[in-house]
């Protein structure tokens, strides 16, 4: 038996059998070029030592004996699982993760295709069929929805990445905004800015989303600057009314939020922005109006099919991915939903 932690190649099998890398390769292949009893012998050495097939390898091999040419794009699978196929495309991060995605696949000779497990939601052993059938071998996962902490279907034997930290199971390499820097720099912005009072804004589902990394922020600036005066929003109900009642007895004088709900209450409580409030958005596109911190959510899809990639090209399943994190930082959007407030130094 070969070493477990050793990659099985054509190599191993072809010094195990003592014949060379082509001859395996066509007995893996069936040709009837080779001896049926070659043939048998091979194909029970490769079960034996377990090896298992780069489907990436075979389809660009495949396509070359077809005569095309090296010229094949393996496509990796973006899955989303929300009700409705599309409702993705209306939020801004969404799209920013297939643009980048896309964008680096492209180079490095990849395809990134949408798959909807609503089309499945009948038979769900049937997409792994379909991207078995394919030769995909390596999902990308974006967040999931709040109800969902799973694909809920077997996916072993892919190569998995997430985006996030929504995925539950299996335990897969995942690629994240930097959530502690995003809020500990828009806490240290505003303060630059002149405020001191600032209000933190952001549903617990929100918070519980990202590992509960956004209040780890807010606890590593209050420790870096112990002059800012933060008061956090912790409702009942979230709602707007209890937000508007919190905002007239804490008087925060920036509002810190990740969703656009947070904005459309905080322009609702008829303070002149930025000129009597603040706002500072955690997830605002470059080039935004709001203020805020933009999260680099196409370097995120990018980084997400370089892992991939990688796990795709070595062969490497879920089952045997190593749980890591990699996380990307946010840039400061100035904006116009703050200013500066002049202070009198005492």
Known sequence: MSDPHQRVTLQTIADHAGVTRAL??????NSSKVAQLTRIKIQGLAKELGYTPNPM????MTSVRQGRGPTYRATLAFVTQYKTRDIWKTWHSYPEYIRGATARGQELGYNIEHFWMGD????PARFTAVLKARGIAGIIVPPLPIEKRSLEIDIS???????GYTLDAPTVPRVCNHHVQTM???IQRALEHGYE??????????IER???LWMA?????QRRFPRAEIVIFTPAAWSQAAYEKWYRRTRPEVIIGVTLDVWKWTQALGRRIPDQLGFLHLDCQRNDPLSGMHQNTHRLGGAAVEILASLVEGNIRCEEEESRITMIGSDFNPGTTIRQIPRVRK
């Not at 395996?24 to 292949?29: D, E, H, K």
Request: hydrophobic residues 50%; without cysteine.
């Open 57 to 60: 390898v075979r389809a660009l």
């Open 157 to 163: 034997g892919f190569s998995i990445v997430a985006l």
């Open 24 to 29: 395996v390769s066509m007995a893996l292949r």
């Open 217 to 221: 922020g807010v606890t590593t600036a």
């Open 120 to 123: 499945y939601a009948k038979d």
């Open 210 to 212: 990202v590992n509960h």
């Open 197 to 206: 009072r600032i209000g933190i804004v952001i549903r617990d589902t929100d």
């Open 184 to 186: 500990e720099q828009a």
